[in-house]
């Protein structure tokens, strides 16, 4: 068992930053993926950014470039920097591991982006 959870969100203006933040606990071992999603009310949880096991990522088209994703060695924080935010990434951003074939997801933090 693997237990999530985020901190960072928050209420910014257009162009400004945040730093999401996920600490794990439980039973590491074994984490192949490490992910972020977001989700607005209405639509599916899209992926946003990932990291694998080997510190390869990926990004969603429209964050390219202004998120990064990143975790510490021992796997048990992952971050989300956040710079350029836009109205449309205004959303509840979800952590997420995957341990073989489970994949386990924290609470989620809200993430406003408003003039």
């Known amino acids: 068992q693997v237990q999530l959870v985020e901190s960072g969100g928050g209420s910014v203006q257009p162009g400004g930053s945040l730093t999401l933040s996920c600490a794990a606990s439980?039973?590491?071992?074994?984490?192949?993926?490490m992910e972020w999603y977001r989700q607005t009310p209405g639509r599916q949880r899209d992926m946003v950014a990932k990291?694998?096991?080997?510190?390869?990522?990926d990004y969603l088209d429209s964050v390219k470039g202004r998120f990064t994703i990143s975790r510490d060695n021992t796997k048990t924080t992952l971050y989300l920097q956040m710079n350029s935010l836009k109205p449309e990434d205004t959303a509840v951003y979800y952590c997420?591991?995957?341990?073989?074939?489970?994949?386990?997801w924290g609470q989620g933090t809200q993430v406003t982006v408003s003039a």
């Open positions: 990291i694998n096991s080997v510190g390869s990522t």
């Open positions: 439980g039973y590491i071992s074994g984490i192949v993926a």
């Open positions: 997420s591991y995957t341990q073989g074939k489970t994949t386990y």
